[in-house]
């Protein structure tokens, strides 16, 4: 059984930084690709970043490229999401998610096979 769990969430106050965590266990992922979501009260959740497990391709949403950095670590199978400075608009649940094959469409939430249980990000002003 795979379980992916999230862990580096907490408070901070806006300029800040956090790293999140997501370990994966039940399978070793050597294709496909991790990614973090982010779901915001009211909103839709939303992409935030991605990166394959083959050849390490990173991907990242618009308003936090330059910002956040998504890293992975094969022989933990673990991925990080370095977080810098932080704004009240970047407060939302994380998730973290697994595509066991390849995703073409590394974007698309619906795309991924396993889920995390979410994070709490809040950045305070």
């Known amino acids: 059984q795979v379980q992916l769990v999230e862990s580096g969430g907490g408070l901070v106050q806006a300029g800040g930084s956090l790293r999140l965590s997501c370990a994966a266990s039940?399978?070793?992922?050597?294709?496909?690709?991790m990614g973090w979501f982010r779901q915001a009260p009211g909103k839709e959740r939303e992409f935030v970043a991605a990166i394959r497990w083959s050849g390490g391709y990173t991907y990242y949403a618009d308003s936090v490229k330059g910002r956040f950095t998504i890293s992975r670590d094969n022989a933990k199978n673990t991925v990080y999401l370095e977080m810098n400075s932080l704004k009240p608009e970047d407060t939302a649940v994380y998730y973290c998610?697994?595509?066991?094959?390849?995703?073409?469409?590394?974007?698309?939430?619906?795309?991924?096979?396993?889920w995390g249980q979410g994070t709490q990000v809040t950045v305070s002003s």
């Open positions: 998610a697994a595509a066991a094959t390849r995703v073409v469409v590394i974007t698309t939430g619906s795309n991924y096979d396993y």
């Open positions: 039940g399978r070793t992922f050597s294709s496909g690709a």
